[in-house]
Each structure stands twice: as C-alpha cells, then as structure tokens.
C-alpha cells in the first residue's frame, strides 16, 4: 500500500507541474482571444482586410532567452495605402505603416521564436515582425484559420498597387 501511494504521490509531482503550465496557457490564449474579437469590432468597415497577429517590435525579435515567442497580439488591418496595427496590450504600441514607404520582407521561421513564420515590416528604420495568431498552441489547428505567408502575400500584393 505504501508503494502504491508513493508511487502516486511521485507521479503527482511530476504531472503538476505540467498541468500548470497548460492550465496557465490556455487561460493566457483564452483572453488574449477576447481582447482580439473585441478590437476585431472596432475595424472600421471599410478596411480591406484585417487579421489577427501576434508582434514583436526591435531586437526583441532575436533575443534567444524569453518568456515568450512574441511580445503581445493585435490586429492589422489595411485601408487604402495604409497598415493599421493595434495592439491589445499598449495604446502606445499602435502603428500606421505606409505602403508606398514601407519595406515588407518574409523572414520565415525564426527558431529563437519557437516554429513559428514571421514577417518583417521596416519602417524609418525600425523593424517589425508578425505573425498569425494560432491560439494556444504554435501550430495551426484549424484550416479555416490564415497562415503568416497568406497575410504577407496580401500586404506584398497591396503594395504592388501603389509602387
């Protein structure tokens, strides 16, 4: 009987950890998504197209050691020649990107950011990166949700029209 309930008890230990850690990311990705549909309302009407992203901004993007793979989530959104990217964390990371100005490159995968494909917008200097927001996990789950290289192809696409 001791045996048994040692045995449970190590394997308690050993699965906690883990079941927090999930526990932790799913109610992480849970409001990160009703922050999302709530800005995902505020687009005005006549945007182009709109997506959901997680972003990165700076060297944040190469830093190897990190909590996370990406600094925040929002959604970009286009309207004539501009990019509207709102955040759901910082008024103060909102941004109007240019099309006529502004450099977008795909970077692909990044692995000091997990397998996860990235884009880059450069703007006057600073770089940005993106990608499509996948939910809890990094890997697509659903086929009806876009993928990083369909968002970038449509924002290379838009520029084309004003180069």
């Known amino acids: 009987m001791n045996d048994i ?3 449970l008890s190590s ?3 050993c699965i906690s950890p883990v079941i927090l850690i999930f526990g932790i990311a799913f109610w992480a990705s849970k409001s990160r998504e009703k922050k999302q549909n709530t800005l995902l309302e505020t687009v ?3 945007a182009d197209f709109k997506a959901v992203l997680r972003y990165n901004f700076g060297k944040n993007q190469s830093q190897f050691f990190k909590l996370k793979a990406f600094q925040g989530s929002g959604v970009l959104y286009v309207i004539a020649d501009k990019i509207h990217y709102v955040t759901t964390n910082n008024p103060d990371d909102n941004f109007i990107f240019d099309l006529k100005t502004s450099e977008i490159n795909w970077i692909g995968v990044n692995l ?3 397998l996860l494909e ?3 917008i450069r703007n006057g200097g600073q770089d940005y990166y993106f990608n ?4 809890l996990f990094i890997f697509h789950t659903s ?3 876009m993928k990083t290289s369909q968002v970038f192809s449509y924002l290379k696409e838009a ?3 004003y180069q």
Do not use: D, H
């Open 5 to 7: 309930l040692s045995l």
């Open 11 to 13: 394997l308690l230990c």
């Open 44 to 46: 005005p009407s006549n």
């Open 112 to 114: 000091a950011n997990g």
């Open 118 to 120: 990235w884009f880059q």
């Open 132 to 135: 499509v927001e996948t939910g």
């Open 143 to 145: 086929s009806s949700k």
């Open 159 to 161: 520029q084309k029209k």
